[in-house]
């Protein structure tokens, strides 16, 4: 079954640096990857995702690329705010398959 | 438009006890899932709903491990006997279709003493 690894699992910046989080995938059948933000207490809410045939995916400071030869997908968010702090989840799905997540990545942004 | 809702919040019990969780979905979504959600892991699937019938289980213990869907629409998920392992964050979430954007609701969090 598909395999998700993320890393890493702990981040840090200052407000106003960019954070990437990065993630492998084991199935080569995965066509749909996307990623989740957690926040305390909370339950995981969609921020972005990315479909196979695509290469990359922007949405205002948060993007997405994928690069299916290597089998590896990335969050960039820039001009990090502290309200980003929370725990990113990556995840993959062939679509017939159940969606599997990653671990996850606590990211904290310091004011 | 109203998110899923999940009850109760928390939950604490000692081992061998039972306990069941409630969601209701977001209106109109057809899929329903119910995650585990281990202290600092990912989620991870226990059960898949479309409609009322069941698409995946096969991460479920169904020895102890129960979940239904009646009419297709609210869903309870029912822990007997619980064990220390099974102390997580059970999320339900649902989708439109089962290709579509998860949405999850907060969560009933589990603690086994």
């Known amino acids: 079954g598909e395999n998700v690894e993320q890393h890493p699992s702990t981040l840090s910046v200052q407000e106003g640096d960019s954070a990437v989080i990065k993630c492998t995938y084991s199935d080569s059948a995965s066509n749909y990857f996307p990623w989740y933000k957690q926040e305390l207490g909370k339950g995981p809410q969609l921020i972005i995702d990315?479909?196979?045939?695509?290469g990359e995916k922007k949405d205002q400071r948060i993007a997405v690329t994928l690069n299916k030869t290597a089998k590896h997908f990335s969050l960039h968010i820039t001009e990090t705010q502290p309200e980003d702090s929370a725990v990113y989840f990556c995840a993959a799905t062939s679509g017939n398959t159940p969606l599997v997540f990653g671990k996850g990545t606590r990211l904290s942004v310091i004011a | 438009e109203a998110g899923v809702a999940q009850s109760p919040r928390y939950k604490i019990i000692e081992k061998r006890q039972s306990v069941a969780f409630w969601c209701n979905p977001i209106?109109?979504?057809?899929?329903l899932y119910w995650y585990q959600q281990i202290l600092g892991q990912g989620p991870k699937l226990l059960i898949q709903?479309?409609?009322?019938?069941?698409?995946?289980d096969s991460q479920l213990p169904k020895d102890r491990f129960s979940a239904e869907r009646l009419k297709g629409v609210d869903s309870t998920l029912k822990i007997q006997p619980a064990k220390l392992e099974d102390s997580a964050v059970y999320l339900c979430?649902?989708?439109?279709?089962?290709?579509?954007?998860?949405?999850f609701g907060e969560g009933s969090r589990l603690t086994v003493l």
């Open positions: 709903f479309q409609n009322n019938g069941v698409v995946d």
């Open positions: 990315i479909r196979s045939n695509v």
């Open positions: 209106s109109g979504h057809a899929t």
């Open positions: 979430a649902s989708s439109f279709t089962d290709a579509g954007e998860l949405f």
